[in-house]
């Protein structure tokens, strides 16, 4: 991390999504340290809405043989939420964000099996060694959803700060009845993301990917 910045500044931008990892587990204090510290994300009314289930060791590898022998079969669950899809300004932003990591990753943009196989990484969890569900419960809808993604970026920052990488995978959505029967989550908990968690492999090539950000004025507008 730069010296040059505030701390929380470098942790900021330090944190990226990491696409490949060793498979040395996090010690749990670290994970629990982490946790705790991402209790403290703001919530509406203080409701803490987040329900965070992680998976290690056998429950993790059962999980991602589920998903992974479902995507190659072609199946997917039905999504707790309608599936979002990029438009205008957003899809070239879309566009742009997988041509820099398949062009890291020697997929080409019609290689159909190497896409396949790319996607198939998610469900592979990048082969971190943990992964945390993160759920909300189903009668919330958007603006509860919010204060779940403020908690999660809680979350990333704490790990980053601890030398932990992380990539967060709404890729989970697909398989949410998977993900509730393989780690026995409740049934009224919608399953909004996945976190990859673990130690960066720096020899996987996906992890050369760097992603840019826009001018802020494409962002924010000021009114005097
Ligand atoms: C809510 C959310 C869901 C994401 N889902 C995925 C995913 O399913 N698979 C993936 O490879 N990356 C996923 N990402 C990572 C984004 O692609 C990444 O954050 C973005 O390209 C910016 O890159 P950076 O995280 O390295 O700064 C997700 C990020 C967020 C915040």
């Known amino acids: 991390m730069s010296a040059e910045y505030s701390p929380l500044e470098a942790v900021v931008r330090a944190r990226r999504s990491v696409r490949g990892f060793k498979p040395d587990p996090v010690p749990q204090e670290v994970l629990r340290e982490a946790l705790e510290m991402a209790q403290w ?5 203080n409701v803490q809405p987040w329900r965070v289930t992680i998976a290690s060791g056998e ?8 998903m992974v022998d479902k995507f190659y079969s072609g199946a997917f669950d039905p999504p ?22 398949y062009g890291e990753m020697g997929v080409e943009r019609h290689d159909k099996e190497g896409r396949i196989c790319a996607m198939a990484r998610n469900y592979e969890l990048f082969d971190a060694p943990h992964v945390a569900i993160v759920c909300m419960d189903k009668k919330f809808g958007v603006g509860t959803a919010l204060t779940v993604g403020m908690w999660m970026q809680t979350f990333m920052l ?8 992380t990539c967060a995978m709404a890729a989970m959505r697909s398989y949410a009845d998977t993900i ?13 993301c996945g976190i990859a968690i673990g130690y960066e492999d720096v020899e996987v090539p996906a992890n050369r990917t760097r992603q840019p950000r826009g001018p802020l004025e494409d962002n924010v507008a000021w009114r005097s």
């Open 41 to 45: 994300a703001p919530s509406n009314c």
């Open 59 to 66: 429950a993790r590898d059962r999980l991602s043989k589920a």
């Open 80 to 101: 707790d939420h309608p599936v979002e899809i990029f438009h205008d300004e957003y899809r070239t932003w879309q566009v742009d964000c997988a041509k820099r990591l």
């Open 158 to 165: 704490a790990l980053t700060e601890r030398g932990v990488d």
């Open 180 to 192: 509730r029967t393989t780690l026995d989550i409740p049934e009224n908990h919608a399953v909004l």
